[in-house]
């Protein structure tokens, strides 16, 4: 049989192919232009440009957090890269798939040190799973395949760096075929959870953490467990998606995240039982969040850190949905779930209440950073909308804009994203990408031109201090953001939102195919 010879575009091209890669979300440079030029022949594969290398990464990762795949993502070489590094860091703390790939200069004369390059994969190495450069046209299809495999098992961003020149080469090595993820592993052995939890004696609390999202059906036997066990449920503060049905009387909301506040929560209970990797706090205050004296059980897919953070009394490895369902017939639990919990009546709903109700509750909403955030995750708990993604693990503010930017592409309606003015600074550009491919999303902005978070934060964490210490530095005034003019700008339709007119705004921007920037001032609060 003839030995088939093929360039490293012609590799590139192929591993599209085979692994059905339906968009690559970047921001361009010179060292890109082959990548890009192998790209932009496929019919398959469409490119979507975002102006700045946080938007093209924070779509990404809303495409990925839906779609349940890793997205490609290109960005130019150590600048590009080190722009994109704090969305990243979210991606990789919170357990998001990622195949980022960046150019590199040519090889002939890398040792030189050249304009635009750099050490990529050490750039890298601190948010994601694995990084490799591309030396030898030999090794690209078993890079460009394990990196795939890696992001997608890993749930994190798995890093290449591609240098410009070596499309051109040729191998007779290179391969693909259509590979299958391993299947999630199971425990074959339940008993000892079962033991514990039918001894146990101070009540039971689950927290599920962002690694739980990942596993398929857990919101029914998260429910058909908490409920036969008379366990309370909560997320993990900074897990980024909701994965637990929010109808259930046992659910409580979002831990808090100062870690004494999550303590005291804990402390009513004899038994956590955590789905996931951890329980992040954001404060440390005085004590640690979960108390020593509890019984802790940990539940792992296994594809984020086991046993990495705290001692347990037990872990169970696999598939965290499937243990639980047998957790319950071990346990013999009744099959049928209680009653959904009632609504909460308002008597005098806020403005942000007010336009939420107006919003189908299927809706996805992306929650940024914010002293609005724990009440947002409130009101949307209660409003009981279904699909809402919070604040990530990273911390880094920037991607719930081009976060909402992807759940609308891939899920091709509209989405919503709560965030405040300072928030809205980090990646305003995605607006763009939004309006030139007639994405619709509905941004809602809540402006009081500060930075009233980290006021409240340095107020806690210094209480002898008083404004006039820290206004001078929190304050985002004069001159003050015109966000409507910079959202329009940038191509939004953009309103503000009053007592008044809030039902023809949201009815309006439901119309719009692309997207709509709506400001509202921080009047907010339940009444
Ligand atoms: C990339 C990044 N830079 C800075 C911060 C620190 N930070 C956290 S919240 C915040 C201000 C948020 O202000 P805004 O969105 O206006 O909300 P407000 O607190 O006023 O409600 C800042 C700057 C961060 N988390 N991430
Ligand atoms: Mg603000």
Redesign the pocket.
């Known amino acids: 049989m003839a030995t088939t010879v093929k360039t490293g575009k012609e590799i590139l091209s192929e591993f599209f192919d085979n692994f059905d890669i339906e968009y690559v979300f970047g921001n361009p440079g010179t060292t890109e232009t082959t990548f890009l030029d192998v790209v932009s022949q496929k019919d398959n594969c469409k490119f979507i440009l975002g102006l700045h290398e946080s938007t093209a990464t924070g779509i990404a990762v809303g495409y990925a957090a839906k779609s349940g795949r890793p997205s490609v993502v290109n960005i130019h070489t150590y600048p590009g890269l080190a722009n994109a590094m704090?969305v990243l860091y979210n991606a990789y703390t919170v357990g998001i798939p990622l195949l980022v790939i960046a150019g590199q200069q040519n090889r002939n004369h890398l040792i030189h040190h050249p304009i635009l390059s750099g050490n990529l994969t050490g750039l890298a190495s601190s948010a994601s799973v694995s990084q490799y450069q591309i030396d030898h046209i030999s090794d690209m299809s078993t890079i460009l395949q394990r990196s795939y495999l890696d992001a997608d098992e890993a749930k994190a961003p798995a890093f290449i760096s591609i240098p410009m020149d070596i499309y051109q080469d040729q191998t007779t090595i290179s391969h693909f075929k259509p590979t299958k993820a391993p299947c999630p592993t199971v425990a074959v052995n339940l008993e000892p959870a079962a033991e514990l939890i039918r001894n146990e004696k101070g009540g039971i609390v689950i927290v599920a953490d962002a690694e739980a999202a990942w596993s398929d059906g857990l919101s029914k036997s998260l429910r058909l467990l908490s409920e036969g066990l008379h366990a309370d449920v909560y997320l993990a503060p900074f897990s980024l998606r909701s994965m637990v049905d929010i109808r259930s009387p046992n659910y409580r909301g979002v831990l808090p995240a100062v870690s004494s506040e999550a303590n005291e929560t804990l402390s009513r209970y004899g038994t956590v039982v955590l789905l996931g990797e951890k329980i992040q706090s954001f404060l440390f205050m005085n004590k640690p969040t979960i108390p020593d004296q509890l019984v802790l059980i940990q539940f792992s897919n296994g594809n984020t850190r086991l046993r990495y953070d705290y001692s347990f009394d037990l872990v169970v490895r696999g598939d965290i949905a499937s243990n639980l369902s047998r957790l319950c017939s071990i346990i013999n639990l009744p099959t049928a779930v209680l009653a959904d919990k009632k609504q909460a009546c308002r008597k005098n709903p806020s403005l942000l209440v007010n336009l939420l109700e107006c919003i189908a509750r299927d809706t996805p909403i992306v929650i940024?950073?914010?002293?609005?955030q724990s009440v947002e995750e409130a009101i949307t708990t209660e409003l009981e909308f279904d699909d809402i993604y919070y604040e990530p693990r990273g911390?880094?503010?920037?991607m719930a804009m081009p976060m909402a930017v992807g759940i609308s592409l891939y899920s091709k309606k509209h989405s919503v994203c709560l965030?405040?003015?300072?928030?809205?600074m980090?990646s305003i550009h995605s607006i763009w990408t939004a309006a030139h491919y007639k994405i619709p999303v509905i941004f809602i902005c809540?402006v009081?031109n500060?930075?009233?978070?980290?006021k409240q934060l340095w107020k806690l964490q210094v209480p002898e201090s008083d404004e006039k210490r820290y206004k001078p530095i929190m304050d985002?005034k004069s001159p003050e953001l015109d966000l409507h003019k910079i959202a329009s700008g940038f191509g939004a339709r953009v309103q503000h939102a009053t007592g008044d007119n809030f039902r023809q705004i949201l009815n309006d921007a439901m119309q719009y195919e692309g997207p709509t920037f709506i400001t509202i001032t921080d009047d907010h609060r339940y009444a």
């Open positions: 704090s940024e950073g914010s002293s609005h911390g880094a503010l920037g965030l405040g003015d300072g928030g809205s980090y809540i009081n500060e930075y009233q978070i980290l985002i």
